[in-house]
């Protein structure tokens, strides 16, 4: 199964980590569907890839739809964008609207990050991604 295929998976499991994409290195982090309380887990496993990695190298794709959050996750994932931005070449965020698309304004202005967009899907967001 390709990258855009377990994606576009139904959620089932913890799919967080590091593929390969056309040559390419991409981090995928996996909160399709999570709640609240699963989210810094799934995270923090992404972060330890990201700072394995060398400064402005990393392609991060982030799942977001049909996750659950709250005022402490949102404050956790401020200093997250933060705190991986020395790592972040470009970031793909997938579920972004409703009230996460202000919360992602607000994280672009709180983290000076950017080079995160959202898509609608997440074959224009690895498309877009692997783009020189």
Known sequence: MNLEELVNSPPSGDKTGAYDYKSHKIVF???KGVQPDGIES?????????????PDSVLLLSDFRNM????QRT???????????PFIKKSAL????GMKKIIMQSMI??????????F???KDALAWLIKP
Do not use: C, H, W
Request: glycine share 4%.
């Open 29 to 31: 982090i996996d909160l």
């Open 42 to 54: 799934r995270v923090e496993a992404a972060k330890k890839i990201i700072f394995a990695s060398e």
């Open 68 to 71: 659950r959050y709250d005022k």
């Open 75 to 85: 404050d956790y994932a401020k200093q997250v964008s933060i705190d991986i931005k």
């Open 94 to 97: 997938l579920g972004i609207e």
């Open 109 to 118: 202005i709180f983290s000076g990050r950017t080079n995160m967009k959202p």
């Open 120 to 122: 609608p899907d997440a």
